[in-house]
């Protein structure tokens, strides 16, 4: 695996390989990698000559200074387990490289960005628009891969590409999840031993939410018994619960022959949860 830390010499490695023909795959990333992760990076090399991950923490999502101060930062073991996949480039950038002055420019990505976790996170899309334009326009790959399980950046990022017209093929690979059902995620390793045998509980409350929808029960009354129900459990605290149309993310009353996204947003002591099952 080659690692490059600058801008300028991954993007002169990169023109090379374009010149010799090869398809580039891009796997974004803000590192503490997980099987979920290694996933996309295996998809990426199934469909291209050569895949890129990049790893970089980036300050201008994070509205909350002390969670982004806690992020694990861990590029040595990052770079073990990318080795295991036969990754074949890893981007390194530092903050000062990406932002040599503090961008400017605002994405205003409407009523998307406005409900569940853009309701809750300030600002937290515009920065996601930022480095991810930022990175497509660094690696200008041929696709990009994200995983579902953050929804809401899935959409805003496809919205991004349809409005910048990016030339690349965006695609949305599917939740990887521990064997009892919880998602994959960095921030699961701050979860204390008694707060990770309880975590599954919230993939477990979706499961039961769809359930209930299939039977005609009203989203509202849905949504107050798995918010309810989840309250009651040891060391869970529900952010949000929505019903939303899986195009639009805005709030449904039931099911329809549109897509549906279950979203779930739960703290777990300091630790904040995200998740989705679509319906």
Same mark, same amino acid.
């Given at each position: 695996?080659?690692?490059?830390?600058?801008?300028?010499?991954?993007?002169?490695?990169?023109?090379?390989?374009? /010149?010799?023909?090869?398809?580039?795959?891009?796997?974004?990333?803000?590192?503490?990698?997980?099987? +979920?992760?290694?996933?996309?990076?295996?998809?990426?090399?199934?469909?291209?000559?050569?895949?890129?991950?990049?790893?970089?923490?980036?300050?201008?999502?994070?509205?909350?200074?002390?969670?982004?101060?806690?992020?694990?930062?861990?590029?040595?073991?990052?770079?073990?387990?990318?080795?295991?996949?036969?990754?074949?480039?890893?981007?390194?950038?530092?903050?000062?490289?990406?932002?040599?002055?503090?961008?400017?420019?605002?994405?205003?990505?409407?009523?998307?960005?406005?409900?569940?976790?853009?309701?809750?996170?300030?600002?937290?899309?515009? +920065?996601? +628009?930022?480095?991810?334009?930022?990175?497509?326009?660094?690696?200008?790959?041929?696709?990009?891969?994200?995983?579902?399980?953050?929804?809401?950046?899935?959409?805003?990022?496809?919205?991004?590409?349809?409005?910048?017209?990016?030339?690349?093929?965006?695609?949305?690979?599917?939740?990887?999840?521990?064997?009892?059902?919880?998602?994959?995620?960095?921030?699961?390793?701050?979860?204390?031993?008694?707060?990770? /045998?309880?975590?599954?509980?919230?993939?477990?409350?979706?499961?039961?939410?769809?359930?209930?929808?299939?039977?005609? /029960?009203?989203?509202?009354?849905?949504?107050?018994?798995?918010?309810?129900?989840?309250?009651?459990?040891?060391?869970?605290?529900?952010?949000?619960?929505?019903?939303?149309?899986?195009?639009?993310?805005?709030?449904?009353?039931?099911?329809?022959?549109?897509?549906?996204?279950?979203?779930?947003?739960?703290?777990?002591? /300091?630790?904040?949860?995200?998740?989705?099952?679509?319906?």
């Amino acid at each position: 695996m080659q690692v490059f830390y600058s801008i300028n010499t991954l993007q002169d490695y990169l023109k090379v390989q374009r /010149k010799k023909g090869k398809s580039l795959g891009f796997v974004p990333t803000m590192g503490a990698l997980h099987e +979920g992760h290694l996933s996309l990076i295996e998809a990426s090399k199934a469909e291209n000559d050569l895949t890129i991950c990049s790893i970089f923490i980036n300050p201008t999502q994070f509205n909350n200074s002390q969670d982004l101060a806690v992020y694990p930062r861990t590029l040595e073991a990052d770079c073990e387990m990318l080795e295991t996949v036969k990754c074949d480039v890893l981007f390194a950038p530092n903050a000062h490289d990406m932002y040599p002055t503090l961008p400017n420019l605002k994405f205003d990505f409407g009523d998307l960005e406005r409900v569940l976790e853009g309701k809750f996170r300030p600002g937290h899309f515009n +920065g996601v +628009g930022i480095v991810v334009s930022k990175l497509f326009n660094i690696v200008q790959p041929n696709s990009a891969y994200f995983g579902q399980k953050d929804l809401q950046q899935c959409a805003i990022i496809k919205r991004l590409v349809i409005d910048l017209s990016y030339n690349l093929k965006l695609n949305i690979c599917p939740t990887q999840r521990e064997k009892d059902g919880l998602a994959m995620s960095s921030r699961n390793k701050n979860l204390t031993p008694e707060q990770r /045998k309880n975590a599954p509980e919230i993939f477990n409350a979706l499961q039961k939410a769809i359930e209930l929808l299939k039977i005609k /029960k009203p989203a509202s009354a849905v949504k107050g018994f798995i918010t309810s129900h989840l309250d009651n459990i040891e060391g869970i605290e529900v952010e949000y619960f929505e019903i939303s149309d899986f195009e639009t993310l805005q709030p449904v009353n039931e099911l329809s022959e549109r897509k549906t996204a279950l979203c779930i947003a739960a703290f777990m002591g /300091k630790t904040r949860l995200i998740d989705n099952v679509i319906v």
